[in-house]
Every structure is written in structure tokens, then in C-alpha cells.
């Protein structure tokens, strides 16, 4: 499976203000994705970042709110904009794995608060 | 009616107990299904993907029914280790991952 870290880790944040959040790969991977999962909550899909395209968003999610960049075929950033204490949430990437029937691996998450 | 339904749980057992995990689908045309295992504070890791004909891994067993959109988790023999939350996980034929909403274990000693 393919090693994915994120940066950063944790933050808290104030409201009003953006976060850049970035997830790396060690190889290379055609499809990347971003999940929510708020507090005691399962994980919900954002979004798929796809490199030379624009990503395409679920149901409920916008780019406004969420835009994402994929200027690679290793790398994505995901940007929470505005935030509001309701964006409080564990942040994660992953990507879809090259055997194993499709399964998707995560990156460590990142976790936010805004105050 | 929500894609993906877990038992609710906590299940709460003993070391060395068998216990079982149930999990229904609502889309007939998903194509892939998967358990994954989350630790508290940490990111879902794949435990084992479910296959037509049923699989195996050590203590671990899966079960897929497409009639009854139905599949399974039994794990054997406890360990304490396997405190975890389990999350049913369904690929739709959009290639979208839907995760149920999971079930916490916690092996007591």
C-alpha cells in the first residue's frame, strides 16, 4: 500500500480564517481523495481531486467552501475556507489502492478545531 | 434509509470470545466491500475485503450475500487488541466509497 502523510497534523483556528491542509504520496496514484468525518461520526466523501482536472464535489460540498488543488500526480491540498466551529472535524485523504479489489488507503488525518 | 447499516453496538465481550458484525447495503449494483478497523485518534486501515464466495484471514471471516445485500464480519478467539470501532465499507459502481456508520468493539480482560 502507498505511504500518505498529511500536514498539518492538528490545528485550532479561529473563525473567519482559512486552512490549507496538504497530503502527499510516495508513488504515484491517478485518483485522490478528501473525507470528512466530524466528531463520533463515520467518514463522508468531499470530494475526488483528480491531477489536470477540477475535482469534483458531493452532494453538500462546494468549492467555495472546500477548494482543492492537484497540481501532481503525488500531491493535493484541500483548503477549509471561512471556517466555523461546525467545520470542527478530523480531515483525511486517500487514495485508491493498486490491488486489493479497489480498496482506498488514508493518509493520518488532520485534525481541526475552530474556535 | 441510510446506504450502509451497522449493528449499532458497543459490543462489549470477553477475551477469547467469538463475535459477530452485520452489515446491509441498499444500492444492488455495488460492487466491492470491505471492513476496515479505526483506533480512536486514528485514520480507518483496511482489515480485509470481502469476496462473493466468503474469506478467511487468521481469526477473521467474511460473508457477502448479494441477494439479501448482506455481509458480515466474524472474528474468533478475541484478542485484546482488536478493540476497535469496524466500519462496513461499500463501493458503489461510481467508484465512490460509502462507509457505514461502524460498530465499536472492546475486548475485556
Known amino acids: 500500500s502507498a505511504v500518505i502523510s498529511q500536514k498539518p497534523s492538528r490545528d485550532i483556528c479561529q473563525r473567519g480564517t482559512s486552512l490549507t491542509i496538504q497530503c502527499q504520496v510516495d508513488?504515484?496514484?491517478?485518483?485522490m481523495f478528501w473525507y470528512r468525518q466530524q466528531p463520533g461520526q463515520s467518514l463522508t466523501l468531499i470530494a475526488t481531486a483528480n491531477q489536470g482536472s477540477e475535482a469534483t464535489y458531493e452532494s453538500g460540498f462546494v468549492i467555495d467552501k472546500f477548494p482543492i488543488s492537484r497540481p501532481n500526480l503525488t500531491f493535493s491540498t484541500l483548503t477549509v475556507s471561512n471556517m466555523s466551529p461546525e467545520d470542527s472535524s478530523i480531515y483525511l485523504c486517500?487514495?485508491?489502492?493498486?490491488?486489493?479489489?479497489?480498496?482506498?488507503?488514508f493518509g493520518p488525518g488532520t485534525r481541526l478545531l475552530v474556535l | 434509509r441510510k446506504e450502509v447499516e451497522q449493528d449499532p453496538g458497543p459490543f462489549n465481550v470477553p477475551e477469547g470470545a467469538t463475535v459477530a458484525f452485520n452489515c446491509t447495503y441498499s444500492?444492488?449494483?455495488?460492487?466491492?466491500f470491505f471492513w476496515y478497523r479505526q483506533d480512536c485518534r486514528k485514520e480507518p486501515k483496511l482489515l480485509m475485503s470481502?469476496?462473493?464466495s466468503g474469506n478467511e484471514d487468521g481469526r477473521f471471516t467474511a460473508q457477502l450475500n448479494r441477494a439479501s445485500q448482506y455481509i458480515s464480519l466474524l472474528i474468533r478467539d478475541s484478542k485484546l487488541s482488536d478493540s476497535a470501532t469496524y466500519l462496513c465499507?461499500?463501493?458503489?459502481?461510481?467508484?465512490?466509497?460509502?462507509f457505514g456508520p461502524g460498530t465499536r468493539l472492546s475486548v475485556l480482560p
Open positions: 486517500s487514495v485508491d489502492g493498486l490491488a486489493s479489489q479497489g480498496a482506498q488507503y
Open positions: 444500492n444492488s449494483a455495488s460492487q466491492s
Open positions: 470481502v469476496y462473493s
Open positions: 508513488s504515484q496514484v491517478t485518483m
Open positions: 465499507v461499500v463501493k458503489d459502481y461510481g467508484q465512490n466509497f460509502v
